[in-house]
């Protein structure tokens, strides 16, 4: 099998990224041929308010490498990436690790946020940490929802990497025999030590990306984080977050007591600093998550979860065995401090039941159920090189409207 992979050219330290790499590189050593595709020409130089439609356009430069990538048997791509395709005879997956109208339904004003969080921002902004408290317009990530769905409704193949991303896509007319349900997984060296000793005394950590904007900020529950911190003055903090946000970094390290915040750090790296943390509790406090690498990531670790239902986590969280899932900030509270006060020995059991957990996102087991997903979609007949009288799309509002 050869399959054409589209990435975006820019190479974040997260996320997509990641994933995708890291299952090209499992896929080639079960005999798959793999060529990575990455647009290279801007098609606009947009204003704020256009630039998402400039992202589309973006991935319509990949039409230079028509010819080459017609050639595979199947084409791979992140939500939208692999638009420009579609109109061809070749089988298209579209891989969904969240969806942008779950970020806009998840993220609220701030005027809708309960008042001790809202007090949250409103410091942050006089202390010039963020310079408004609600981005000026959430028409680029509109513009790519509606651009997602149109996409998600054509593709061969839709893959939702939780249960929650595929209530998404189901919510917007995806037929649910199209969409097949494959979690992410954690690159391998998350698992080479063990074993892994519980602390006598646990800290709270935060693992993942924090974001630089108010929206990405607030998504990512930096206030949630902020409050559970100032609840526990006592106890020691680390943050290990993705931001380009240096205000807010200098910020948490002088107003967080005994707090420290790891930036940016290489993600091979971030292991290292969770050696000898074991036992110590893993906050997830976002609004919103596909999948969170992030909470499996911390997991291997033996770090305890404390979390929204978010991504994964409903799926796997087994309250007070691996970890807990929690619906409001007091719970979260109420949680953590029995943590605190739990033995070592019941730490350990909590512990060695989330690296245990954690061990099922290996990347050899999703890359041969990906493998199967692939397999699949090149044995379908394409959907959406033809013309029916009655396109998937109107399938899709006829779905909806029912």
């Known amino acids: 099998m050869k399959i054409a992979f589209i990435h975006n050219e820019k190479k974040l330290g997260t996320g997509a990224h990641f994933i995708n790499d890291l299952m090209a590189s499992r896929l080639r050593e079960s005999g798959v041929e793999v060529e990575n595709f990455y647009p290279k020409n801007p098609l606009l130089d947009a204003p704020l308010h256009l630039r998402g439609l400039s992202n589309i356009l973006f991935f319509y430069s990949l039409l230079e490498n028509k010819d080459e990538i017609l050639a595979y048997d199947l084409i791979q791509g992140t939500t939208y990436t692999p638009i420009a395709l579609l109109p061809f005879p070749i089988p298209v ?14 993220v609220p004003m701030a005027k809708d946020l309960e008042p001790a969080l809202r007090t949250i921002w409103t410091r942050l902004k006089s202390d010039g940490v963020i310079r408004e408290l609600n981005v000026r317009t959430r028409r680029p990530l509109r513009d790519v929802a509606e651009i997602e769905t ?23 007319g995806v037929l649910p025999e199209r969409i097949e349900v494959v979690p992410n997984a954690i690159e391998d060296y998350w698992f080479t030590r063990k074993p892994l000793p519980v602390t006598q005394v646990p800290s709270l950590i935060f693992l993942g990306r924090v974001g630089a904007d108010v929206f990405t900020l607030i998504l990512k529950g930096l206030d949630r984080l902020i409050d559970w911190y100032a609840h526990f003055p006592f106890v020691q903090k680390y943050t290990i977050g993705m931001t380009t946000n240096k205000d807010l970094v200098k910020w948490c390290n002088e107003q967080i007591p005994n707090h420290q915040f790891f930036p940016n750090m290489q993600k091979e790296d971030i292991s290292d600093v969770l050696q000898g943390k074991a036992g110590s509790i893993l906050l997830i406090t976002s609004r919103y998550e596909g999948f969170s690498l992030s909470l499996i990531e911390g997991m291997s670790q033996g770090l305890i979860p404390v979390c929204y239902a978010v991504g994964i986590a409903p799926e796997m969280i087994e309250n007070g065995k691996n970890g807990f899932i929690v619906s409001s900030q007091e ?20 512990s060695s039941a989330a ?6 996102f290996c990347s050899k087991a999703i890359s041969k159920r990906l493998h199967e997903v692939y397999q699949k979609t090149v044995n379908k007949k394409p959907m959406h090189v033809s013309s029916p009288s009655e396109s998937v799309e109107s399938q899709g509002r006829k779905k909806r409207s029912r």
């Open 331 to 350: 719970e979260g509270k109420s949680v953590i401090e029995k943590i605190l006060q739990l033995s070592v020995e019941d730490r350990q059991r909590m």
């Open 355 to 360: 690296q245990v957990t954690a061990r099922t």
């Open 93 to 106: 997956v579209s891989h969904f690790g969240s969806t942008s109208w779950g970020f806009l339904k998840a």
């Open 150 to 172: 149109f996409v998600a409704l054509r593709a061969d193949t839709v893959i939702a990497t939780s249960e929650i991303v595929r209530q998404n896509l189901l919510s917007v």
